[in-house]
C-alpha cells in the first residue's frame, strides 16, 4: 500500500492487514471523540494534536494547514487502504463490475425500498443496524476488489472478512426486526435470501484468495 512500509519478509498475510486496519480504526474513532470532546474549546487543535500525538504540529507556524493534512493521512489511511485490493481472481474495468459487489449494492437499494414502503422503520434501532451494516458490507467489498496490485491478497482477504462479518450483524438485525414484528416473514425470507446469496459469494471469494495465497506463499 502507498504510504506505508511493509515489513522485510514481503507481503502481508491476512492476520498482520487486519491488525493494522485495526489500529487506523482506533485512530480515526480517537480523533471523532476528541473533536466531539473539545469542539468548542478556543484551544482545540492544539489539545488534538496533543492528544493525538502529532508533536510535529505543535510546533509548525502552519498548524492549521499541516493539521489537515496529517488528519487526512491519518483519518483516511484505512479508506487509502481500500484502494489496494488485487482483483485478479476476476479481472473487470472496476470494483462496480464485479457481481458479487452488485449483488451487495442491490441489497442496500433493497433495504432502502423497504423504508420507503415503511418510513417508521428508519427510526428503528434495529432497522438502522441493518441498513449501516449492509452498507459496510458493500464498502468493505469495493475496498477489497478495487485495485489490480497482486501482491497485497492478505490486505483483500482481511477485508473480505469485515464484509462478512457486517453481513452477519446485518443477520441479526434481521432476525431483529421479524422478531419485533416490524417486518413481515415475508419480507424477512427475501432479506434473507438476499444475504445469504452475498453471505456466500464472499466465504468462496476468501476461499479462492486463500488458495492463491498458499499458492505463492505456502504457510507462512
Known sequence: MAGYDHDPDGAWDEYQWERFLQQQDHKTEKYMELLEKYLDHPERDQIIAREMGWTQLLKSDGWNDDADALLADEAASNESAEGDAPSFLQKTESFEDHTLYRSAFALTIWI??????????????????????????????????????????????????????????SMDAGGQLLAEELITPRQHGALMQRLFHVRDGVISLMGEYRGEWRRRFGSR
Do not use: C, W
Open 112 to 169: 432502502d425500498q423497504l423504508f420507503d414502503e415503511d418510513p417508521s422503520l428508519q427510526n428503528e434501532p434495529a432497522a438502522v443496524k441493518l441498513a449501516t451494516h449492509s452498507a459496510l458490507a458493500s464498502a468493505k467489498l469495493a475496498a477489497a476488489l478495487s485495485d489490480d496490485d497482486v501482491d497485497e491478497i492478505g490486505m483483500t482477504i482481511a477485508y473480505l472478512k469485515r464484509a462478512l462479518k457486517a453481513v452477519t450483524q
